[in-house]
C-alpha cells in the first residue's frame, strides 16, 4: 500500500473520501470485497470500517453500518463540547450510514457486531481492549504465558487494570510457576492490591483475556500482531470453562511450590522430567514452562546427576523409575477452597 498513507486520506469515518466511499459501500451492499480492492484505501482498514474475513484473509468484511453509527454517536457526546464543529458533520454521517443500513439484510447488520473479529495491529488491538476495558463492570479473567513478564508488558496494559480496580472490577490471572520469579509482576500485584488474586501452573494455554464472560481476546498469529475479538456466547463459555478448570488446578501464588518428595529434585525439575517421559524435546519443555532452553538443559543435567543416569536413554529408565512420569499434586487441598488474595 506505498503511496497511499494516512497524508492521502486525513479524515475520519464521518467523512470518508470518495475512494472509501464507493469501497465501502460495495462492501455493504455485498457482503465482502477482496483485499486488493481495499489497497488504494487504507483508511478502511485504519478506521475499522474493514476488518478481514476470518474464514479467508484475502477478503476484507465491513462492520456494520448500525456499529458505525453508535461508534460515531458514541464519540460525539464525548466530545461535543471541545469541538462543536464536529457535530453538524457526523450527524450528517449517520443518516448516510442509516441509509446503507437499510439495504442490508436485517442478519448481517445485527447491532451487537460480528460473532468473531480479526484485529490486524496493535493499534487495533489496543483500541478494542480499551474499549471492552471500559465497558466491563464485573470480571476479567486472563491467561499470561511465557515465563517471566517484562515490564513493558506489565506497563503496557497497567492503566486498564487502574481504570478496572477503580470501578470495583475483580481480576483473576493464571500464570506460570516462573512467573513467580518476576519483581515485576509482584510489583503489579502489590500495587492492584486485592482486586487482583494470582495462581500459577507449570503450563498454561495461550494468552488468554476475558471480560464480563461476554466478550475474549486470544492471538490470531504467532507473533501477536494479530488477535481475534470473539463474542459469540458458545465460544466464549467454552473458554471461560477452560479458564475454571485450570483455576482449580492452579497454586495461589502466595502459597509455596509442593514438594516433590525426592530430595535433590526440585518442582521445576519434577515438571521438566515428566515432560521428558512423553517424548518432548528440550525446545518444546522450556516454551510450555516458559523457561530457556539453556536454563532447561541445566535443570536436565542436574536431574541426570541426581538420578545417577549416564545418557538419556538411562534417564527416562530412571525418571520412570522415581515416579516422576506422572501428575504432580495440586497445593490446593480441594477445588472449592478459594486461596487468600495477593496483596
Not at 470518508?16 to 462492501?27: P, Q
Not at 483473576?172 to 492492584?192: I, N, P, S
Not at 492452579?250 to 509442593?258: E, K, N, S
Given at each position: 500500500?506505498?503511496?497511499?498513507?494516512?497524508?492521502?486520506?486525513?479524515h475520519g469515518a464521518d467523512r470518508l473520501c470518495d475512494a472509501g466511499d464507493r469501497v465501502?459501500?460495495?462492501?455493504?451492499?455485498?457482503?465482502?470485497?477482496?483485499?486488493?480492492?481495499?489497497?488504494?484505501?487504507?483508511?478502511?482498514?485504519?478506521?475499522?470500517?474493514?476488518?478481514?474475513?476470518?474464514?479467508?484473509?484475502?477478503?476484507?468484511?465491513?462492520?456494520?453500518?448500525?456499529?458505525?453509527?453508535?461508534?460515531?454517536?458514541?464519540?460525539?457526546?464525548?466530545?461535543?463540547?471541545?469541538?462543536?464543529?464536529?457535530?453538524?458533520?457526523?450527524?450528517?454521517?449517520?443518516?448516510?450510514?442509516?441509509?446503507?443500513?437499510?439495504?442490508?439484510?436485517?442478519?448481517?447488520?445485527?447491532?451487537?457486531?460480528?460473532a468473531i473479529r480479526v484485529l490486524d495491529g496493535l493499534a487495533r488491538i489496543q483500541a478494542a481492549m480499551d474499549e471492552a476495558t471500559?465497558?466491563?463492570?464485573?470480571?476479567?479473567?486472563?491467561?499470561?504465558?511465557?515465563?517471566?513478564?517484562?515490564?513493558?508488558?506489565?506497563?503496557?496494559?497497567?492503566?486498564?487494570?487502574?481504570?478496572?480496580?477503580?470501578?470495583?472490577?475483580?481480576?483473576?490471572?493464571?500464570?506460570?510457576?516462573?512467573?513467580?520469579?518476576?519483581?515485576?509482576?509482584?510489583?503489579?500485584?502489590?500495587?492492584?492490591?486485592?482486586?487482583?488474586?494470582?495462581?500459577?501452573?507449570?503450563?498454561?494455554?495461550?494468552?488468554?483475556?476475558?471480560?464480563?464472560?461476554?466478550?475474549?481476546?486470544?492471538?490470531?498469529?504467532?507473533?501477536?500482531?494479530?488477535?481475534?475479538?470473539?463474542?459469540?456466547?458458545?465460544?466464549?463459555?467454552?473458554?471461560?470453562?477452560?479458564?475454571?478448570?485450570?483455576?482449580?488446578?492452579?497454586?495461589?501464588?502466595?502459597?509455596?511450590?509442593?514438594?516433590?518428595?525426592?530430595?535433590?529434585?526440585?518442582?521445576?525439575?519434577?515438571?521438566?522430567?515428566?515432560?521428558?517421559?512423553?517424548?518432548?524435546?528440550?525446545?518444546?519443555?522450556?516454551?510450555?514452562?516458559?523457561?530457556?532452553?539453556?536454563?532447561?538443559?541445566?535443570?536436565?543435567?542436574?536431574?541426570?546427576?541426581?538420578?545417577?543416569?549416564?545418557?538419556?536413554?538411562?534417564?527416562?529408565?530412571?525418571?520412570?523409575?522415581?515416579?516422576?512420569?506422572?501428575?504432580?499434586?495440586?497445593?490446593?487441598?480441594?477445588?472449592?477452597?478459594?486461596?487468600?488474595?495477593?496483596?
Amino acid at each position: 500500500m506505498a503511496g497511499h498513507g494516512a497524508d492521502e486520506h486525513p479524515h475520519g469515518a464521518d467523512r470518508l473520501c470518495d475512494a472509501g466511499d464507493r469501497v465501502y459501500s460495495r462492501a455493504v451492499r455485498r457482503g465482502r470485497v477482496p483485499r486488493r480492492d481495499a489497497e488504494p484505501v487504507p483508511c478502511l482498514l485504519e478506521l475499522a470500517l474493514l476488518h478481514p474475513d476470518p474464514d479467508d484473509m484475502d477478503w476484507l468484511v465491513p462492520t456494520s453500518p448500525q456499529e458505525v453509527m453508535t461508534r460515531l454517536l458514541r464519540g460525539m457526546y464525548d466530545e461535543v463540547s471541545a469541538s462543536q464543529r464536529r457535530l453538524g458533520s457526523a450527524v450528517t454521517a449517520v443518516e448516510w450510514y442509516a441509509g446503507l443500513g437499510r439495504q442490508v439484510r436485517p442478519a448481517a447488520a445485527a447491532s451487537e457486531g460480528p460473532a468473531i473479529r480479526v484485529l490486524d495491529g496493535l493499534a487495533r488491538i489496543q483500541a478494542a481492549m480499551d474499549e471492552a476495558t471500559q465497558a466491563c463492570t464485573a470480571e476479567v479473567l486472563t491467561v499470561q504465558p511465557g515465563g517471566i513478564r517484562r515490564e513493558a508488558e506489565l506497563s503496557e496494559g497497567l492503566h486498564r487494570a487502574l481504570a478496572l480496580r477503580g470501578r470495583g472490577v475483580r481480576m483473576r490471572d493464571l500464570y506460570t510457576h516462573v512467573a513467580r520469579h518476576g519483581q515485576g509482576l509482584l510489583t503489579y500485584l502489590e500495587l492492584m492490591g486485592d482486586a487482583v488474586e494470582a495462581r500459577t501452573l507449570d503450563e498454561v494455554i495461550d494468552r488468554l483475556i476475558l471480560f464480563d464472560r461476554t466478550v475474549a481476546f486470544i492471538p490470531a498469529n504467532s507473533d501477536r500482531t494479530m488477535a481475534l475479538e470473539l463474542r459469540h456466547p458458545a465460544l466464549v463459555e467454552y473458554l471461560v470453562t477452560i479458564f475454571e478448570r485450570l483455576w482449580r488446578l492452579a497454586i495461589p501464588l502466595t502459597a509455596p511450590l509442593p514438594e516433590t518428595g525426592i530430595e535433590g529434585i526440585s518442582h521445576r525439575e519434577q515438571s521438566i522430567a515428566a515432560l521428558l517421559a512423553e517424548g518432548h524435546q528440550d525446545a518444546v519443555i522450556a516454551e510450555r514452562l516458559g523457561i530457556s532452553v539453556r536454563t532447561c538443559r541445566a535443570h536436565i543435567a542436574r536431574l541426570s546427576e541426581t538420578l545417577g543416569a549416564a545418557s538419556r536413554t538411562q534417564l527416562g529408565v530412571r525418571i520412570a523409575q522415581a515416579g516422576l512420569d506422572g501428575p504432580q499434586r495440586s497445593a490446593l487441598s480441594g477445588p472449592g477452597q478459594e486461596s487468600p488474595s495477593v496483596r
